[in-house]
């Protein structure tokens, strides 16, 4: 599974768009990215995932660029509750001889601030 | 629809002694993954369980071990804990493997506390 790279922190305003950037310059043609977050003390929560094609969900919006190797996640509206660390993922679809595991980085601290 | 549920929530145990971790997917789901999340080491992948067959292990020593049941809920048993055993031990559920790009939808743990 290609290897994604993100900033350790960010910060954003209450209300405004959260625009959350990872760089995946290795993926593969067969490479889904995932974002999940993580807030304090809580499991790891799947925001959305896409292939090639810009996906949104009632959650966030997910931006890939033409040549796959970066991504960013974009929170519209950010409020206090979406202080987390944000995880960029990217997998293999999983099946005959894929595991189907997740990776995990470091990921992104965002702050939101009121 | 419920989420994965994990229990207990915390546990506490000494040195030598075993743990038993519980897991239930949400319904539907088949497939289960184990993951550990010490402090400082980030989520590590510990097991993979589909359909009742443990189908791929990360890298941990042999005393990590599990089973899934025929309802799909699964188990991770502890043997000779150690305190570096101490972290965040969170459950993940997912479709049918085979089915792709499905993701996995995860409990919130149990934190194992090794005295």
């Known amino acids: 599974d290609a290897k994604t790279t993100q900033p350790p922190s960010m910060d954003c305003a209450e209300g405004r768009a959260a625009n959350l950037p990872c760089n995946h310059s290795t993926i593969s043609g067969n490479e889904y990215v995932y974002w999940y977050r993580q807030i304090h003390s809580q499991g790891p929560q799947y925001i959305i995932h896409g292939l090639k094609n810009n996906e949104t969900n009632e959650m966030a919006s997910l931006i890939i660029t033409e040549d796959r190797k970066s991504s960013t996640l974009i929170l519209p509206h950010a409020t206090l509750r979406d202080t987390a660390v944000y995880y960029c993922i990217v997998r293999v679809a999983f099946g005959s001889g894929n595991t189907g595991k997740l990776i995990f980085g470091q990921g992104t601290t965002l702050q939101v601030k009121p | 629809e419920a989420g994965v549920t994990q229990s207990p929530t915390h546990l506490i145990k000494t040195r030598g002694q075993q743990a038993t971790l519980r897991c239930s997917p949400i319904?539907?789901?088949?497939?289960v993954y184990w993951y550990q999340q010490a402090l400082g080491l980030g989520l590590q992948f510990l097991l993979w369980y589909d359909e009742g067959e443990e189908r791929n292990r990360g890298n941990f020593p042999p005393r990590f071990s599990g089973r899934q049941f025929p309802n799909y809920s699964s188990e991770l048993n502890v043997n000779a804990l150690e305190l570096e055993d101490s972290a965040l031990y969170l459950c993940a559920s997912t479709i049918a493997w085979g089915l792709g790009n499905q993701p996995q939808h995860f409990g919130d743990g149990t934190r194992l506390s090794i005295l």
């Open positions: 319904s539907g789901h088949t497939s």
